[in-house]
């Protein structure tokens, strides 16, 4: 395989080198991002929802007293979403947005744990032709024989979804 070279967030350069990442559940799948992304994991409190927003965008939480958009992480790659539980988390990731750090809270079914995956644990997204979208997928990472989706945050959010939740933002301000 070849050396998998990722952003200046954590580069794997070799074997000895892991990067971390968190794993969580959506639809009964394991699916991870990179550990640095994350600001904080919350226990999924009250989504005040935004009228006509995308079915994927659940709504605002107050966080400190801050509005923070919410989104249905299962929902937005076209998965079912799951019902709300006791399990049920958000994730607060920190995306850069036109000109602004921007918190947004993903819903997950559940938060698992924080991996460490070295170069050798980690391949390449595959290749499923040119009608098929795979940008949101940084890789595919295995963990104790188990492959898991390693999301790339910034594609599955992409620039007109940071639009609208900016827009979600301001007009909770």
Do not use: W
Not at 10 to 37: H, M, P, Q, W
Not at 58 to 77: E, H, Q, S, T
Not at 122 to 134: D, F, K, Q, W
């Amino acid at each position: 395989m070849d050396e998998l070279v990722v952003s200046h967030s954590g580069v794997v350069s070799g074997n000895e080198n892991a990067r971390k990442y968190l794993t969580f559940l959506l639809a009964d799948k394991s699916y991870a991002f990179n550990i640095l992304r994350v600001k904080e994991i919350i226990e999924y409190g009250e989504v005040t929802p935004m009228p006509m927003m995308p079915e994927f965008i659940c709504g605002a939480l107050n966080l400190r007293g801050k509005a923070v958009p919410v989104i249905d992480l299962a929902g937005r790659l076209g998965l079912q979403s799951a019902d709300i539980s006791r399990r049920t988390c958000i994730i607060i990731v920190e995306l850069q947005t036109i000109g602004e750090m921007m918190n947004i809270g993903l819903v997950v079914d559940s938060v698992s744990k924080v991996i460490d995956l070295k170069s050798n644990e980690i391949e390449h997204a595959p290749s499923l032709g040119r009608n098929i979208r795979t940008d949101f997928i940084e890789a595919m990472g295995k963990d104790n024989e188990r492959f898991m989706i390693l999301l790339n945050i910034d594609k599955v959010l992409s620039m007109d979804d940071l639009a609208e939740l900016s827009q979600v933002n301001e007009s909770s301000n």
